[in-house]
Every structure is written in structure tokens, then in C-alpha cells.
């Protein structure tokens, strides 16, 4: 009797261990003020950025592929560790972080450079294309980030194609702050 008690409560050990399966939050970057070009709200600043950057094509225009590749890369993580979005949907949240691994890949970002180190050369390389500063151009397109050589990076940048799953995902993010208690 006391062996079966015994592996009763191995069994039961195990199956509680399951239930303490712990994923860490996600890489979140910190944003400097003003980073999405307002002095409220980056969140919703990022957001809009990153819905309306993805609803076209980004076709010769690499600063504003920047500028939304650095608001999808920090709501990837922030939609995903701050209890501010707890409430949106669980699933969008995740389509977020999973879009944010696959903007990486399409243009040529390393999958485990940091969310600060995307977001802060994304930024900077949106302003650097905006000011027309090719020198600053040149030297972030040669970032450790970048998996791909500089005028591939360019390449990528400049050539951002549509994609209707990218949008849909922005757009029901974006559209959650709007209104919240449809999205439960």
C-alpha cells in the first residue's frame, strides 16, 4: 500500500509540473521619447505606425519600411509582456510577435539580435533615410543586426511587398485600442 501511495503521488508531482510551464516574456525594447514621433501614448503611436506602414506595399521608401519594422519589432514584444494589453486578444498578440520573427527574416535581421538593438537601428536608419544622411545610412545598414550584406539590407528595405496577413494583424492590434470591449 505504502508503494502505491508513493507512486500516486510521483504521478501526481508529475502532472503538476506541467502545469508550471513557464514561457519568459519576449525581448522588449525601451522606447526613447518621442520615438514614434509623439509625446503621449508610444504604445498607440507604434501601433498606428506599424498598421499604417503594413497596408501597402513599402515600395522605394526604406525609411518608412524602417520605421514600421521598429514599431512591429517593439509591439512584438510589448503587446506580449506588459499587463497593459493583457485584455487584447491572446491570439493577435501572438501574431504580432510571430510577424515581428518573420520581418526579421525577410529583411535580413538576426533572429536573436536584441529588441533594443532592432529598434534603436530601425529608427535611426528611418531618420537617416528621411534627412537624406547617407553616411548614416551607410554606417547603420553595416549593424552587427544585419545577417545580409548592407546593399542587401537597402534592397530588402526598399522593397517591402504586401502582404494581407501582415495588415490583417496590424489592423486588428490597432483596431483593439479603439474598441476594447469588442475585442474580448
Not at 23 to 28: R, S
Not at 119 to 128: N, Y
Amino acid at each position: 500500500m505504502k508503494r502505491f501511495c508513493l507512486t500516486l503521488a510521483a504521478c501526481g508531482l508529475l502532472a503538476l509540473s506541467g502545469c508550471l510551464h513557464y514561457d519568459a516574456p519576449p525581448d522588449t525594447a525601451q522606447l526613447p521619447p518621442g520615438a514614434f514621433h509623439t509625446n503621449g501614448d508610444q504604445d498607440v503611436a507604434a501601433l498606428d505606425a506599424a498598421a499604417l506602414g503594413f497596408a501597402h506595399a513599402i515600395i522605394g521608401n526604406p525609411g518608412k519600411a524602417a520605421y514600421a519594422i521598429a514599431a512591429l519589432d517593439y509591439l512584438g514584444g510589448e503587446l506580449n509582456s506588459s499587463p497593459r494589453w493583457v485584455g487584447m486578444d491572446s491570439l493577435t498578440r501572438l501574431e504580432i510577435l510571430d510577424w515581428r520573427k518573420k520581418m526579421r527574416a525577410e529583411v535580413g535581421i538576426s533572429a536573436t539580435a536584441s529588441s533594443q538593438d532592432v529598434v534603436d537601428t530601425m529608427l535611426a536608419l528611418s531618420e537617416a533615410y528621411r534627412t537624406n544622411d547617407s553616411a548614416s545610412v551607410a554606417h547603420l545598414l553595416a549593424s552587427p543586426i544585419f545577417t545580409v550584406p548592407p546593399n542587401q539590407v537597402a534592397d530588402r528595405l526598399g522593397n517591402i511587398p504586401y502582404n494581407a496577413n501582415l495588415n490583417a494583424t496590424t489592423m486588428r492590434a490597432d483596431n483593439a485600442i479603439i474598441t476594447p470591449s469588442l475585442g474580448s
